[in-house]
């Protein structure tokens, strides 16, 4: 399953919220300086610059 934004995301931006993605909504909050999606997946990478957009590296997947 790929899960894709529109919009370049970088994790200084964001604090608490929903995206809304061509797979399914992601929550994700801010917890003791670390982004965290859906209350238990960890971004341990952010803002990776590619050609088409912002790479975001995380601890387990997504897909349920």
């Given amino acids: ?13 964001l604090n608490t919220g929903t995206l809304t ?3 399914e909504p992601i929550n994700f909050s801010l917890k003791n300086g670390s982004v965290t999606l859906n209350d238990s ?3 341990l990478y ?6 088409n957009g912002v790479i975001h590296i995380i ?3 997504l897909a349920k």
């Fill in 1 to 13: 399953k790929c899960f894709v934004d529109n919009a370049n995301k970088l994790a200084a931006s």
């Fill in 41 to 43: 997946i960890t971004v």
């Fill in 59 to 61: 601890d387990k997947s």
């Fill in 21 to 23: 993605t061509k797979g």
């Fill in 46 to 51: 952010s803002d990776i610059q590619c050609v």
